[in-house]
C-alpha cells in the first residue's frame, strides 16, 4: 500500500478555506481536513431568512463585471443560474435627502457628486505615479486636502461617505489612497456590480466549490469525514517536523501543515494561540491592518411608503452626523413585495449599534425616516441587525487596507511562517475585501503550500522593505 501524503489541515470553511482545499486536492493533495468552527460552509457570505424571504446578511454583489476580465466569481454565479440584479446608482442625484425638509435640488446634488468625481479621477493619475513598495502611500483625506476638497457639508459628507465608507467600511481619513484609487476589482473585472438575491443563497458558490471535492449524498448535503463542523480551533502548535490542531472541545489532531483562513479582524484577537508565539514581524504586520465593519440593517414594514419604479432603487440621508443612517435601498426588485428597507452603517456607528438593543435601532432609524417620509409612515414590524464585529469567528466583516502598511508588510501577512500558512481575503493583494480575493488567495496561498510540499521551494521571498 502507497503511504499517504501529506496531510493538510484547513482552519475555517469559508470561500478562501474551501477555495485553497480545492486547489491543494487538484493538485493531488487529498489528504485533507477542514475545521470549522459554526455549524455551516460559506463564512461571511451567509443568508439568513428574514420576513419570509433569504437576505444576504454578508455579501451581497458580485463587485467587478462587464469589464475586460472575468470575475471568477460572476463566472461561478452565471454556471449557478443565481437570481442577480445589475446595481443601478445613474439616478442616484435625485434621490438624497436633507436632513430635514425633504429632498435636495438634483442639479444641486449633481454638481457636488461631479466634484467628487473629478478628485477621485485626480487621486487616481495621482496614485498610479507612486512608487509601488507603497512607502510614499497617503490617505484619501490627505490627498482631498491637497485637492482642496474636504466634504463637510451634510450633502458632502453623504457622497464622500457613500463612495468611500460604503465599500471600504472605514473614513477616508483611515484609508490608503494607493490601494484604493483606483480599486483594481473595477479596473480589472468591471465596473458593474450585481446583487445576488437568490433562496439558495450567494453562499451557495462556496457550496458548488465544496461539491468540486467532497463527497455529499444525494440530497446534496457534504457528507465528506475530511470537513468537520462546529470545530472551534483554539490552539495550532508547529515545529519543523508538524502541526499539532486543537479545538475547544479538547479534540486533537496532528498534520504537517496548517492553513489559517480565517479573518485577520479574527487573528488580531487571542482565539487561537499559536505555540510558540507567531514571530513579532508577522504579529505587527496583523495588528497593522484594519478590519472594518459595515453593516446592513434589515426593515420589515407592513406596506411601502417610499418612492418606487426605476431610478428609485437607492437613496441618501444627509445628516449633518456623519455616517448617521446614509445609505438607504428598497430592494423591491430583488424581493417583490416584501416591503424591505436596507439601511447600511459602518465602523464606530456599526459597533454603537451592535451594542445596543434593536428597539433603539428601530426607534433611531424610525426617526430617520419620519424625517425623509413624514410623520404617517408605519412602524416595521420585524428588524434584523448582524452582528459581525461581536462575532468572535469574525470581529468584523472584511478588511480595509489603512494608511500606513506598505506592499512589504502586506506580503508579511501572507507569508507563512514554517508549517503555518496563511489565507483569507485579507491576503489578496489587488482584490482584498471582495469574495473574489478570498476565492483567489485560496488558489494562492494552497499553490504556495504545494511549492513547498512537491517542489520543496519552502522559503517564501518577501520584497526588501527598501
Ligand atoms: C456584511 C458584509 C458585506 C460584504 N459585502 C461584500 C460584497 O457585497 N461583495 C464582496 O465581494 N464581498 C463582500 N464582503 C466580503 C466577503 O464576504 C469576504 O471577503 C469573504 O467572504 C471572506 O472569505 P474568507 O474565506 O476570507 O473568510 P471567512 O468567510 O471569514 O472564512 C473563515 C472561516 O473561518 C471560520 N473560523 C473562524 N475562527 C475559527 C476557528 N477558531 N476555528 C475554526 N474555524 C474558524 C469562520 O467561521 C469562517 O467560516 C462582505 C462581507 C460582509 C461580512
Sequence with gaps: ?????PTVIIV??????????????????????????????????????FAGVNVETGASWVEGVNGQELNPIWNLARKLKLRTFFSDFENISANVYQQVNGLYDATVVQAALDRAVNVSKAAAVFSEALPPSGLE????????????????????????????????????????????????????????????????????????????????DAKGTITDPRIKLNKVVNRIEYSRSGVIVETEDGSTYKSDYVMVSTSIGVLQTSLIKFEPDLPTWKILAIYQFSMAVYTRIFLKFPYKFWP??????????????RGYYPIWQHVEYEYPGSNILIVTVSDEESRRIEQQPDSTTKDETMEV?????????????????????????????YSNWPIGVSRYEFDQIRAPVGRVYFTGEHTSQPYSGYVHGAYLAGIDSALMMVGCIKYGSCDVQIEPKA
Design 1 to 5: 500500500r502507497s503511504k499517504p501524503g
Design 12 to 49: 475555517g470553511a469559508g470561500m478562501s478555506g474551501i477555495s485553497a482545499a480545492k486547489t491543494l486536492s487538484e493538485a493531488g493533495i487529498k489528504n485533507l481536513l477542514i475545521l470549522e468552527a459554526t455549524g455551516r460552509i460559506g463564512g461571511r457570505i451567509h443568508k439568513t431568512e
Design 137 to 216: 502611500d497617503i490617505s484619501v483625506l490627505t490627498f482631498q486636502r491637497l485637492q482642496k476638497h474636504v466634504p463637510s457639508t451634510a450633502l458632502d459628507m453623504v457622497i464622500d461617505y457613500s463612495n468611500h465608507d460604503g465599500e471600504f467600511g472605514e473614513p477616508p481619513r483611515v484609508t490608503s489612497l494607493q490601494n484604493t484609487e483606483p480599486i483594481p476589482t473595477f479596473t480589472n473585472f468591471g465596473e458593474d456590480l450585481y446583487q445576488v438575491a437568490d433562496p439558495r443563497g450567494y453562499e451557495s458558490v462556496v457550496h458548488e466549490l465544496a461539491h468540486q471535492f467532497l463527497g455529499f
Design 308 to 321: 418606487s419604479g426605476n431610478g428609485t432603487e437607492y437613496f441618501l440621508y444627509a445628516s449633518d452626523r
Design 369 to 397: 425616516l419620519r424625517n425623509m417620509f413624514g410623520e404617517n409612515i408605519p412602524e416595521p414590524t420585524d428588524i434584523l441587525v448582524p452582528r459581525w464585529w461581536s462575532n468572535r469567528f469574525y470581529r468584523g466583516t
